[in-house]
């Protein structure tokens, strides 16, 4: 709390503070030398999940390659681009961090390509979705602390990894879930953390497809803003190639994104003037955001790398063989819970007692989504191979 006070002068008047939050589910005495948000990223790094995070995959499944980005390099970047924005737009920098650290730590193994069969095998129980699953993770999962389940994180830090949810969830939530029934914005953090993400994903996966060889520089250059990078480096630099190359059009790339990010997001706030952070809540819309020209330069970015990379052959072939390993686990745990391991196998038989097939598989689920992209591939060899051990 001290932190936050001190810098409270550096805050502007729209950032979130942490006096007047509804603060944590269980009440707690307050940090000593940290702020309250500090605390939340402490948590969140020091969480089993976000351990986890260093062998699943973000488009590239681990065992690919060691230069590849994971969904932890993924998630630092994203922290790393969401404070400096925080910094120069004088939003609450440990709250964005706290949120971008934690965005991911629901993602199943193999990517989306995990998420859309651990979904597809949910279907009827309830559905599966990494967002809803990160919050989970951080409300109920982690089994660390005497005093509480989970993290008991901060309600900005919760709010902020709820990012998208359906209005029947959103009812099953209580107060995390209630602006998606009542069409308010969340904090100016939580609109960063989500911007930064994008930012991050779509420019570390045009450096990851061309390193992985399934992009070239050339076919890159039929995005605008790709070209527009490329010349400004080629003007600079006309003999540079290789990484180099690359890097020199990557940075860029990121530099015009987060210059108009807060340039565009400084025009919003100007012109709406929000009185304090309640005032953000009640906008007509997210006052942090990239310019029209911009927005459309990301749909053309992704767009591309949709057509090109998320649809390549290779990573076809890749997320096949991950949707099938997924579904093939959920099939041998949800027929039989037993051959999950102990603690999982009695959790999955007292949600059974409470809540039916409903709870049962929600532990199944639960487990797979935990699993890191190795451990999925050993678990799985482990259960269909009969030469390798059980
Ligand atoms: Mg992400």
């Keep these: 709390m001290n932190n936050d006070r001190e810098r409270a002068p550096r805050l502007a008047r729209y950032a979130t503070r942490e006096e007047g939050s509804p603060g944590r589910k269980v009440p707690e005495s307050p940090p000593t ?4 948000f500090q605390r939340d990223r402490d948590r969140i790094i020091h969480s089993t999940a976000f351990r986890r995070l260093v062998y699943k995959t973000q488009v590239f499944v681990n065992h690919e390659g060691d230069l590849y980005r994971t969904r932890l390099t993924h998630s630092l970047e994203v922290a790393q681009i969401a404070r400096t924005v925080a910094g120069a737009m004088c939003l609450n920098e440990y709250l964005a961090e706290a949120i971008c650290l934690a965005h991911d730590l629901g993602h199943t193994p193999f990517g989306h390509a995990g998420q859309d069969a651990l979904n597809a095998c949910m279907r009827d129980h309830g559905g599966f979705e990494h967002n809803l699953q990160s919050l989970r993770v951080v409300d ?4 660390k602390y005497a005093d509480f389940q989970g993290l008991n994180l901060m309600f900005e830090t919760r709010e902020g990894i709820l990012k998208h949810c359906s209005v029947r969830r959103a009812k099953e939530l209580g107060a995390v879930g209630d602006r998606f ?7 100016l953090e939580a609109q960063l953390a989500n911007l930064s993400d994008e930012i991050a994903y779509n420019s570390h ?3 990851d497809g061309l390193r992985a060889g399934l992009l070239t520089v050339d076919e890159l250059r039929n995005v605008a ?3 527009k990078a490329h010349e400004e480096v080629r003007a600079k630099h006309p003999i540079l190639d290789g990484r180099r190359l690359i890097y020199e059009i990557v940075r860029r790339l990121i530099g015009y994104m987060v210059d108009d990010l807060v340039e565009e997001s400084g025009r919003r706030l100007d012109e709406v003037a929000p009185e304090d952070a309640e005032s953000v809540r009640v906008a007509n819309g997210p006052l942090v955001g990239f310019s029209e020209p911009m927005a459309a330069v ?3 970015l992704k767009k ?5 990379l998320y649809r390549h052959s290779r990573v076809l072939r890749m997320t096949t063989k991950a949707r099938r390993t997924v579904t093939q686990l959920f099939d041998a745990f949800a027929s039989d819970v037993r051959l999950m391991p102990a603690e999982f196998s009695a959790a999955a038989e007292r949600a059974a007692s409470e809540n039916g097939d409903r709870g049962r598989l929600r532990v199944v689920s639960d487990y797979i989504a935990g699993m890191t992209d190795r451990y999925a591939i050993l678990e799985h060899e ?8 059980t």
């Design 33 to 36: 030398h940290r702020s309250e």
């Design 205 to 207: 996966d045009v450096d």
């Design 181 to 187: 029934l009542t069409g308010r914005q969340p904090s």
């Design 382 to 389: 482990r259960l269909f191979s009969p030469g390798q051990p």
């Design 304 to 308: 591309f790398l949709l057509d090109r």
């Design 225 to 227: 803003v790709f070209e």
């Design 140 to 143: 109920e999962l982690e089994e």
């Design 298 to 300: 990301h749909r053309e």
